[in-house]
DNA sequence: AAGGAGGGTTTTTTT
DNA sequence: AACCCTCCTT
C-alpha cells in the first residue's frame, strides 16, 4: 500500500478518489503535481495495470519527470509502464499506428512553425493574393484558430463570414493540399487528425477506448475544444477522469485554451466529484498576499483562497531603472553579490520576463559578470539560420516528398541552381501533379533548362540519395554523417566565406557543433535510433537537454512567463513591469478586459513562482525598434496595493551613470521599496541592507 | 546565377 | 537595430 502520510488531508481525499469523474481544483504552490503523481501510484498500488493508466501533461519534461517520480514511489517493481504523455506526442504515437485509415503516409512528416510558414507563402502565392493582403503569418494563425476549434478546410471556406476569413478559407484548402502532398502534417494536425480517425473509424475508437482505464489530464485550464473532444471520446465508456488545473493560471487562450473547460467540468461530468487544494507551502504570505491583491481585479473565476503556509516575512521589492540596460546590470549584480557574498546558489534564482526579446541585455550582462544562466525555452538555437538548413537537409534526406525542406536548402550553400530555374521546375509541378524530381527529368527531356543547371540538380539528388541511403543502413552513426553532410555541401567552408569576423565566425562554427552533439545525445538515448525519431523528437521539442545544462546544474534561469508555468524558484526577479510589455501592447489594444484578465494571470503565474523573494523591476525608458521611448509602470504594479486606487509612491531612479539625465537626490544604490501595505519583515533579512 | 544596395517591416506568449 | 525581401548590376 502507497504511503499517503506526507499529504494533507485535500491531497489525500483527491489521491484516494480512484474512479468517476474527478476535479481538482488546485491553486499555485498547493502540490498539485504531486497529487496527480501519488494517484497515478496510488491507482497502480491498487492493482491497475500501469499501462491501462494514461496521464497527459503539459510538457515532456513533465511527462518525464512524472515517469520518474511515480517508479521511485511505486518502488521499480513494474513490468509495464504507466502511459505519461503530451496530448502531441500522444496523438503522434496513435498516428503512426492508424493514420492511412484518413489516406496519409504512417511516415508522415511534422512541420514546425517555420515550415508552416514556408507552405502558407506558397499556397498564398497560388491562390495569387500577394504579401499585401494577407501575410502568411494571419493565414497561419488563422487556419491554427480553425483547427483548435475542429473546422475542416472545407467547412471553413462553407461558414466565412469575412472577406478575410473568406480568403483564409481558399488559403486554408491550398496550404492543407500541399501538406497532404508533401506528406506532412502540421501541429495542430496532429490533433484534429485524431479526433478525425476517432469520429470517421469507430473500430479504431474502440481500439483505444479499450486501451485506457484510467485517464488523468493534468493543466487542465489550458486544453482546448479538440483537446476537450479527445478525451471526451476516450473516456466515454467509463468516466474514470481526472483532471487537475487553476483557472487563475489559464494563459494559453491565445492558443485556443478554453477556461470554461474546467469551470464547466462538473456539467459536463455528470457525478463529479470536485476537490479544492487551498493550502500554499511555496511563498511567503507577502507574496502570497500581493498576488491574491491582484488577482482579484479579475471577473468570471472560481473565488478560492489560498492559505499560505510561510510566515510573511517581506520578500516583495518594485524597483526603478533608468533603462533597460541599468536594469540588467543592476539586477544581474545583486544576483552576483547574492552568489558570492552570500552563499546563495545559481539555480535558486529566476529572471522571468514577458517577450523573447527581453532576455538578450540580461544575457549580455550575466556573460560579463561571469554569472552561469541557462535561458530556459526560447526556440532561440532552432531559430538560427544555420541550424534551420541543416534541419532542412535533414527533413530532405529523411522525406523524399518534402518541398518546403528541398526548396530552402537546393541552393544553399549556392551551387548554381538559380530561383528562375527552380521557379519553373516547381510551376509546372504545380500545373501537372507530379513531383519536383519528375519535372525536372520532363524538362531536362524538353530541354527547357539550361544543362548546367539540371547538371547542378541531378548532382544534388545523387548528394541526397547517398546520405538517405547513408542513414538508413546506418542510423547509430547520424552525427558522424551529419558531420560528413556538413563538409560535402560545403556547409563550413560557406560560414567562413561569409562571416569576415572572427568572433561571429566561431560562434556560428559552435553552434553547428552544438547541432552535432543534439544528435550524439539523441542517439544515445534513444532505444532504436532512427533519423525519422531525431526529427520527430525536435518537432515535438521532446530533447533531453544536455546533461550539464539540465534541471540539476546550478545556474540562474532565464525565461518567460509562459514556459516557467509549473516551477518555483526561492528568488524571482520579475523584469519589465510596463505597460505595453505587461500587460503585452497587443493585449491593450484588443481592448478587451478577457485579454487584459490573460495578463493578468501572467503576472500571477509569475508572482506566484517565487518562494522566498520576489523583486518586480521596470525600466522608466526602453529601446523599441531602434528608437528609445519612455515607459509608463504597468497598471498591476498598482493593483497588487491593498488600497485600490492609491498612487505609487515616486520611486528613485537608478542612476549611476554620469549624464545627469535623471538628477536629483540618488541614493547610493538599488532603491528598495515597499510597497504600501506590506507588513514590515517580521524576521532581518538581507534585502533590509541593501548590499550596494 | 551571384552578390550587394536599398527599402520596408518587425516583437507576444509555444505544444 | 536587425532581419528579410526585392531589385539592380555584374
Redesign the pocket.
Known amino acids: 500500500m502507497l504511503n499517503l502520510s506526507g499529504l494533507n488531508s485535500s491531497q489525500r481525499d483527491a489521491v484516494e478518489t480512484l474512479s468517476g469523474p474527478l476535479l481538482v481544483l488546485a491553486g499555485a504552490g498547493t502540490g498539485k503535481t504531486r497529487v496527480i503523481t501519488y494517484r497515478m501510484a496510488n491507482l497502480i498500488a491498487r492493482g491497475i495495470q500501469p499501462d491501462r493508466i494514461l496521464s497527459v501533461t503539459?510538457?515532456?519534461k513533465a511527462a518525464r519527470e512524472m515517469r520518474e517520480r511515480a517508479a521511485t514511489l511505486i518502488g521499480g517493481r513494474m513490468k509495464r509502464r504507466p502511459v505519461v504523455s503530451?496530448?502531441?506526442a500522444w496523438c503522434v504515437r496513435v498516428l503512426r499506428e492508424d493514420i492511412d485509415s484518413l489516406g496519409y503516409p504512417r511516415q508522415f512528416a511534422i512541420y514546425d512553425?517555420g515550415d508552416q510558414e514556408s507552405a502558407a507563402r506558397t499556397a498564398l502565392r497560388d491562390i495569387r493574393l500577394g504579401?499585401a493582403a494577407m501575410?502568411p503569418?494571419d493565414l497561419i494563425s488563422r487556419i491554427s484558430t480553425w483547427k483548435m476549434q475542429g473546422v475542416s478546410s472545407t467547412a471553413a471556406g462553407e461558414h466565412s463570414e469575412s472577406d478575410f476569413d473568406f480568403l483564409a478559407s481558399m488559403g486554408y484548402r491550398r496550404y492543407q493540399k500541399q501538406l497532404r502532398a508533401s506528406g506532412a502534417v502540421d501541429?495542430d494536425d496532429l490533433l484534429l487528425l485524431t479526433v478525425q480517425l476517432f469520429r470517421e473509424h469507430p473500430d479504431v475508437l474502440r481500439k483505444y477506448q479499450a486501451r485506457y482505464d484510467h485517464v488523468q489530464i493534468d493543466e487542465y485550464q489550458d486544453t482546448n475544444g479538440v483537446q476537450f473532444n479527445l478525451i471526451e471520446y476516450l473516456v466515454r465508456a467509463h468516466n474514470n477522469l481526472c483532471v487537475v488545473g487553476d483557472d487563475d493560471q489559464s494563459?494559453y487562450g491565445?492558443?485556443g485554451a478554453e477556461v470554461e473547460h474546467i469551470i464547466n467540468f462538473a456539467s459536463h461530468f455528470p457525478g463529479t466529484r470536485t476537490v479544492r487544494l487551498e493550502n500554499n507551502y511555496r511563498c511567503t504570505r507577502a507574496i502570497l498576499d500581493c498576488a491574491n491583491r491582484l488577482v482579484r481585479h479579475n471577473r468570471n473565476r472560481h473565488d478560492k483562497t489560498l492559505i499560505a503556509h510561510k510566515p510573511a516575512v517581506s520578500g516583495v521589492r518594485i524597483q526603478v531603472f533608468k533603462d533597460e540596460e541599468s536594469e540588467a546590470r543592476r539586477v544581474v549584480e545583486e544576483i552576483s553579490y547574492l552568489i558570492s557574498e552570500l552563499g546563495v546558489k545559481a539555480k535558486q534564482v529566476a529572471i522571468l520576463f514577458?517577450?523573447?526579446?527581453q532576455p538578450r541585455v540580461f544575457e549580455q550582462e550575466l556573460r560579463r559578470q561571469k554569472v552561469p544562466y541557462q535561458l530556459v525555452?526560447?526556440?532561440s538555437f532552432f531559430d538560427r539560420?544555420e541550424i534551420r538548413d541543416l534541419m532542412a537537409y535533414l527533413k530532405t534526406i529523411d522525406n523524399h516528398r518534402d518541398e518546403v525542406s528541398l526548396l530552402r536548402i537546393i541552393?544553399t550553400p549556392?551551387?548554381?541552381?538559380?530561383?528562375?530555374?527552380t521557379e519553373k521546375v516547381l510551376q509546372n509541378a504545380v500545373k501537372k501533379g507530379v513531383g519536383f524530381w519528375e519535372m525536372v527529368d520532363e524538362l531536362n527531356r524538353l530541354r527547357e533548362i539550361?544543362v548546367r543547371?539540371v547538371q547542378a540538380m541531378l548532382d544534388f539528388r545523387n548528394l541526397i540519395e547517398r546520405y538517405r541511403s547513408a542513414a538508413q543502413t546506418a542510423p547509430d552513426q547520424l552525427p558522424e554523417i551529419a558531420r560528413r553532410l556538413m563538409l560535402d555541401v560545403g556547409y563550413e567552408s560557406e560560414i567562413a566565406r561569409q562571416y569576415k569576423d572572427e568572433a561571429q565566425r566561431e560562434a556560428r562554427q559552435n553552434l553547428l557543433e552544438e547541432f552535432i552533439s543534439t544528435i550524439a545525445l539523441y542517439v544515445e538515448k534513444a532505444p532504436a535510433p532512427t533519423l525519422s525519431g531525431f526529427l520527430e523528437s525536435m518537432a515535438?521539442?521532446d530533447r533531453d537537454e544536455e546533461s550539464e545544462q539540465d534541471e540539476e546544474s546550478d545556474r540562474v534561469r532565464l525565461m518567460?512567463l509562459?514556459?516557467a508555468k509549473g516551477l518555483e524558484f526561492p528568488r524571482v526577479y520579475l523584469v519589465g513591469m510596463e505597460e505595453g510589455l505587461l500587460p503585452?501592447?497587443?493585449?491593450i489594444d484588443l481592448d478587451s478586459e478577457k485579454?487584459i484578465a490573460e495578463e493578468r494571470r501572467l503576472a500571477y503565474v509569475g508572482i506566484t513562482r517565487a518562494m522566498d523573494h520576489l523583486t518586480l523591476t521596470r525600466s522608466a525608458s526602453r529601446m523599441k525598434?531602434?528608437k528609445r521611448r519612455d515607459s509608463i509602470p504597468s497598471r498591476f504594479l498598482f493593483e497588487m496595493q491593498e488600497e485600490p486606487g492609491l498612487e505609487l509612491p515616486e520611486e528613485h531612479i537608478d542612476n549611476d551613470d554620469d549624464d545627469g539625465f535623471f538628477s536629483g537626490p540618488t541614493p547610493p544604490g538599488a532603491t528598495d521599496h515597499k510597497l504600501p501595505g506590506f507588513p514590515a519583515a517580521s524576521e532581518p533579512n538581507e534585502f533590509d541592507q541593501p548590499p550596494f
Open positions: 503539459f510538457t515532456n503530451t496530448f502531441h512553425r504579401d501575410k503569418g501541429f494563459i491565445w492558443r514577458r517577450t523573447n526579446e525555452g526560447g526556440q539560420r541552393n549556392p551551387r548554381g541552381i538559380g530561383a528562375t530555374s539550361p543547371t515535438l521539442q518567460t509562459h514556459s503585452h501592447k497587443r493585449s485579454a525598434w531602434g
